[in-house]
């Protein structure tokens, strides 16, 4: 069983970056980022697989990065050009049950951590 762990939110100002960061307690073949705003449903950020293919929601493409370190069981998601719309608690989510064009769905993952919270003022 995999456990993750998210960690590096902050709060920042509108244009600029943060690097948060999924420790994982084993080796996982496939993680994802999740954000959830006050009020609103959990969505999609970035994924990332084995082999390094990712995929972004748009909303972020341009600007976040998904990254992984398989030697240090680490998988990272470097935000920049923040705005304020992006504030969100942000989750790591491991162990896809579906199919990799799946993998931004929340109700594919079933191993989570406990969020991050990322703010970002106008």
């Known amino acids: 069983v995999v456990l993750v762990e998210e960690s590096g939110g902050g709060l920042v100002q509108a244009g600029g970056s943060l690097r948060l960061s999924c420790k994982a307690s084993t080796y996982t073949l496939d993680v994802g980022w999740f954000r959830q705003a006050p009020g609103k449903e959990r969505e999609g950020v970035a994924a990332?697989?084995?082999?390094?293919?990712?995929t972004y929601a748009d909303s972020v493409k341009g600007r976040f990065t998904i990254s992984r370190d398989n030697a240090k069981q680490t998988y990272s998601l470097q935000m920049n050009s923040l705005k304020p719309e992006d504030t969100a608690m942000y989750y790591c989510a491991a162990d896809l049950r579906c199919s990799w064009g799946n993998a931004l769905l929340v109700s594919c993952y079933i191993r989570w951590g406990q969020g991050t919270q990322v703010t970002v003022s106008s």
């Open positions: 990332i697989y084995s082999d390094h293919s990712t």
